[in-house]
């Protein structure tokens, strides 16, 4: 695009609408990525008798997810019924699916379907209306937040409910969304219903990932990105798509300040400060809950911390005390041996440092790992910016996913 022909200020607004950090998206075509992901689920909606979980860490794109993968399968004799909705912490059984029934009026009828039900609605109720969808209809319920679900009874008769749905032929599927590490602590009894809910998990994306997504909006934006731009918004997002839109989004309208409409590795730099802004306020709260000095004149918490984001996991995203080693000496310029910090590592369990770190395993085999996604990229750009970390140091010490 010559940039003599460019209207900076449309340009501006394509970029705010084309990379969105904030709400899920919503297009089948922006959800670059996930394309396998999406594939499982499409095949689940369609199958009989099959229903999804989709689990995994915060801020991995598990709502998105749920409220794209189904776009596409309208059809000139299939309709989607899509009915999605938040689960709270004070729910119940009943109050969940009042939620679904009051998106619910079925031709013909007055009022929505929760007023029809002055009592408690019980699973049999459920399992009733949902055999009333037509057999043109592909009618999906998403529930998403499953996790803050703190009834028990609730989650109980939700197994039920799936175990019984196998009965019906008009093929509703259900659709749990909820943050955890495994289906252990969201569903009762998943045993029962392994073969009817299936398992999706969400994993942080990997870099090939990320690239697509900010490839593919700049190149919409008829604006270009050097690799090395890229490689920089990976490494930072962590696998995050949250980080990878906000990211692209600033270096963008960076690049849109000096009316340019190619964005390079200083200017992903440059937009560090307006994506650290961009973050949640609990997880800039918990960081300077863990770092700051509440005694200890001195203390090497930032220094400690900025380690850890920098340190090799394993699969789940766990390190050890030993694997804080290497990556402090260099930050402290001495060697670092476990005693000198294990009390830096327990305090950040601690909820008077933000609980930013959690503590798993027994005496002397602790995994540690980071209670919350989003810190890990937001500790590294913070302690980059602060002068805690050198560049060249989180380079060498590049975190593999």
Known sequence: M????????????EVLETFTPGPPINEVAQFAGRKATIQRLQDIAIERARHAIIFGERGVGKTSLANIFHKDLNSETKRVREIAVDADSADS??????KVFR???????DTTLDLQFPAPIEPDHVFLQLGRFNQ???????????DRIADETCRVLMTDLIKALTRLKNNPTIVLVGVAENILTLVRDHASISRNLLQVPMQRMNNEEISEVITSRTKRLRMRISSDAVWRIA???????FYAHSLGKYSALAAIESESTSIGEDTVLRSIEACMADVNYTIAESYTRATEKIY????????????????ETNDLGQFTAADVEAPLSEIMGTPMKVPSFSFHLNEMCEPERGSVLRKTGSRRTFQYHFAEAAMQPYIIMKSLRDGVIRREMFEKFYVRR
């Open 2 to 13: 010559a940039t003599g022909t460019v209207d900076w200020k449309k340009l501006r607004v």
């Open 93 to 98: 059984f009943d109050s969940l699916w009042r």
């Open 136 to 146: 043109n209809e592909i009618p999906i319920i998403i529930i998403d937040e499953y």
């Open 296 to 311: 200890r004149k001195g203390n090497i918490f930032a220094p400690v911390l900025a380690a850890c984001a920098m340190t």
């Open 103 to 109: 998106r619910i009026r079925w031709e013909g009828e």
């Open 235 to 241: 490494y930072f997002s962590a696998g995050l798509p």
